[in-house]
């Protein structure tokens, strides 16, 4: 089992920015991909990057590219999500994940999930 504990959220104005974390109990956090997803109630839960085990590779939805980067340590067995240039379109819950699968919003553990608030 793996908990996952989201912070950083918050309110900012547009353009502005923010630094998500998702720090994970447990030993096995390295051996997992993890990504970040956001939801606005009312809408499905979407997808917005995900960072493989060893941060070897990264994928971002379209709507992010070039604004947020997604890194982690694992020593630290904490993942980020640093948010620039930021848009009202981005305010949602942002939710971190254990083992997403590819092309789904499906993932292994979901964080509680943190609120984002952009203002126009």
């Known amino acids: 089992q793996v908990q996952l504990v989201e912070s950083g959220g918050g309110l900012v104005q547009a353009g502005g920015s923010l630094r998500l974390s998702c720090t994970a109990s447990g030993r096995t956090f390295s051996i997992y991909n993890m990504g970040w997803f956001r939801q606005v109630p009312g809408k499905e839960r979407e997808f917005v990057a995900t960072?493989?085990?060893?941060?070897?590779?990264?994928y971002y939805a379209d709507s992010v590219k070039g604004r947020f980067t997604i890194s982690r340590d694992n020593a630290k067995n904490t993942m980020y999500l640093q948010m620039n240039s930021l848009k009202p379109e981005d305010t949602a819950v942002y939710y971190c994940a254990v083992d997403p699968v590819v092309s789904t919003i499906k993932a292994r553990y979901w964080g509680q999930g943190t609120q984002v608030t952009v203002s126009s």
């Open positions: 960072i493989s085990w060893n941060s070897g590779s990264t």
